[in-house]
């Protein structure tokens, strides 16, 4: 039986760069989206592997529970959270129909998602979830010289990023892998949906950011950053945080008393 992955939004991009390969390498397929179109498109150019298409919009209660239903119930060997929406702009401004499409895509549906696929994973000994989040994950320092501001989207990459790495420990010694991706900017239909013409910055390709994350689960590698070559930056962040995190006390600290 061929390896099964669940890709999700599907029809562009990362995602769509994923499916392609995933095809390429023998795994069956079920490819969500809100583009029926295109998914079919995709199952008409692949017949020589199984490709199930499911039009779903995980903005929405129902479409992700359709897709968890679907994480559920099948042997997957992959599951790739990789839809989302761009909506960048600050918190003040962001429209709460937006923000709240930006949170369901980008928080519940791969919580929902992921929390659906492993147990079967679990009881399989096997299996891979990938979250596609963002180098904007580590932008929060940044002063306000840094535009443009997209408070929630930052926070949601950033969410990615934590459930990744924590997931990633509660699945020690289960074969299942947990792996966060985190490119930079990439020539996609992306940042064009939002009316941000990026074409004068220099961008990776969705087939880049494909190949890195397929090395990094060969690697090991719980957060790959495609674009970073020092590895040793994320290594010293990851450490700041725990220096952090173990230097907290049940003392108030001296600078918050008077």
Do not use: W
């Not at 599951?79 to 519940?108: F, S, T």
């Not at 890195?212 to 040793?232: F, M, N, Q, S, Y």
């Not at 220096?243 to 600290?253: M, R, Y």
Request: hydrophobic share 45%.
């Amino acid at each position: 039986m061929n390896q099964l992955a669940l890709v999700t939004g599907a029809t562009s991009g990362i995602g769509r760069a994923f499916a392609e390969r995933l095809a390429a390498d023998g795994y069956d397929l079920i490819l969500t989206g809100r583009r029926e179109d295109r998914l079919e498109e995709f199952a008409a150019a692949h017949t020589d592997v199984k490709v199930r298409t499911v039009v779903a919009d995980l903005s929405t209660d129902d479409g992700v529970d359709t897709v968890a239903g679907i994480c559920a119930a099948e042997p997957l060997t992959m599951l790739v959270n990789n839809a989302g929406v761009a909506h960048y702009m600050p918190l003040a401004e962001l429209p709460a129909a937006k923000a709240r499409e930006l949170v369901h895509v980008k928080v519940a549906a791969p919580t929902m998602l992921t929390r659906a696929a492993v147990a079967g994973m679990r009881e399989r000994g096997e299996g891979t979830i990938v979250n596609v989040a963002g180098m904007i994950a580590f932008s929060g320092p940044a002063d306000s010289s840094v535009m443009p501001r997209r408070a929630v989207y930052a926070g949601s990459l950033a969410y990615l990023v934590a459930l990744s790495q924590t997931l990633s420990a509660e699945l020690e010694g289960t074969g299942v892998r947990v792996q966060v991706l985190c490119p930079g900017v990439v020539a996609t239909e992306f940042h064009e949906r939002q009316g941000l013409d990026l074409s004068a910055v220099p961008r990776m390709t969705a087939d880049d950011v494909v190949t890195a994350g397929l090395r990094g689960l060969e690697l090991g590698e719980v957060v790959t950053a495609p674009g970073v070559e020092d590895t040793g930056l994320l290594d010293a962040v990851f450490r700041a945080d725990l220096a952090a995190f173990g230097g907290q006390s049940p003392e108030l600290a001296s600078r918050y008393r008077s």
